[in-house]
T-cell receptor, first 118, second 112 residues
Framework: GAVVSQHPSRVICKSGTSVKIECRSLDFQATTMFWYRQFPKKSLMLMATSNEGSKATYEQGVEKDKFLINHASLTLSTLTVTSAHPEDSSFYIC??????????????FGPGTRLTVL | SQKIEQNSEALNIQEGKTATLTCNYTNYSPAYLQWYRQDPGRGPVFLLLIRENEKEKRKERLKVTFDTTLKQSLFHITASQPADSATYLCALAGDSGYALNFGKGTSLLVTP
């Protein structure tokens, strides 16, 4: 159980276009989802915390107008990279924790989305 | 500022030996600490969680210790196998709740 999927797994786009990445919890409800970014040989950096039905909370230095997050349901959060530039090329990973209880500490990670902006 | 440091970027060991990875942290008062495994091009996979009142936790060939005085966790893989080769990440929850902050990871290579 506790599977998180991401779509697409890879995307290549032209500079200036927007890209949407979906994160789904397949067999559980997630009140909170998290978006991370990972550059080569670097650690995961938290970008934002997404709560179902409310606005996302962004980490310092992350532009909320550039990285639009929507958490429309308990099983889906989307990250849209608007007007993408080559420096946005990275590995984007989402995670989710369960709605309540002790299991809410453990986060379940998606397989990641490799974004390449040309 | 808060820091999570995994001292070794890379660790090479021979199959069958015990791998020991270190995680040190500063300016955290964690209620728990987590270890994850990450394979290239994949998301992290949860391995173990240890709470502040637990000194040691085991799961099959894995063992984690947690010393809140030293602000350190050690992660051991006994009887290591080539399939254990991966990057291992130490993670702590930040002040804002369950969101995790990660160390840079230690890349473990187990050779036959």
């Amino acid at each position: 159980g506790a599977v998180v999927s991401q779509h697409p797994s890879r995307v290549i786009c032209k500079s200036g276009t927007s890209v949407k990445i979906e994160c789904r919890s397949l067999d559980f409800q997630a009140t909170t989802m998290f978006w991370y970014r990972q550059f080569p040989k670097k650690s995961l950096m938290l970008m934002a915390t997404s709560n179902e039905g409310s606005k996302a909370t962004y980490e310092q230095g992350v532009e909320k107008d550039k990285f639009l997050i929507n958490h429309a349901s308990l099983t889906l959060s989307t990250l849209t990279v608007t007007s993408a530039h080559p420096e946005d090329s990275s590995f984007y990973i989402c995670s989710a924790n369960m709605a309540s209880g002790i299991a809410s500490i453990e986060q379940f990670f998606g397989p990641g989305t490799r974004l390449t902006v040309l | 500022s808060q820091k999570i440091e995994q001292n070794s970027e890379a660790l090479n060991i021979q199959e069958g030996k015990t791998a020991t990875l270190t995680c040190n942290y500063t300016n955290y008062s964690p209620a728990y600490l987590q270890w994850y495994r990450q394979d290239p091009g994949r998301g992290p996979v949860f391995l173990l969680l240890i709470r502040e009142n637990e000194k040691e936790k085991r799961k099959e060939r894995l063992k984690v210790t947690f010393d809140t005085t030293l602000k350190q966790s050690l992660f051991h893989i006994t009887a290591s196998q080539p399939a254990d080769s991966a990057t291992y990440l130490c993670a702590l929850a930040g002040d804002s709740g369950y969101a995790l902050n990660f160390g840079k990871g230690t890349s473990l290579l187990v050779t036959p």
